[in-house]
């Protein structure tokens, strides 16, 4: 999460850390996943805590590649920050 932003909608730009030295190519299809829940299994006598799994919450594909991207400042939904 970047400035406050968890969420991103169809045709938002998103940076990510990889690039070329990671084989990272224009027009790769990434998936993203929302991370599992942790919650609490209520049976009769007791409880456990239970990680529910990853789930599929859409794909981004990749259209400009750097082989090295430093971003001095952060970015949010709609563009850059000053």
């Not at 224009?26 to 529910?52: P, S």
Request: net charge negative; proline share 2%; aromatic share 4%.
């Amino acid at each position: 999460m970047v400035d406050g932003v968890s969420q991103v909608a169809q045709f938002d730009v998103v940076v990510i850390d990889r690039g070329e030295r990671y084989g990272v190519e224009e027009a790769h299809v990434l998936q993203v996943d929302r991370a599992g829940e942790t919650i609490r299994k209520v049976i009769a006598g007791g409880g456990a805590e239970v990680k529910l799994p990853d789930e599929e919450a859409g794909v981004l594909m990749v259209f400009r590649v750097d082989c090295r991207t430093k971003i001095n400042r952060p970015v949010s939904k709609g563009g850059w920050t000053d």
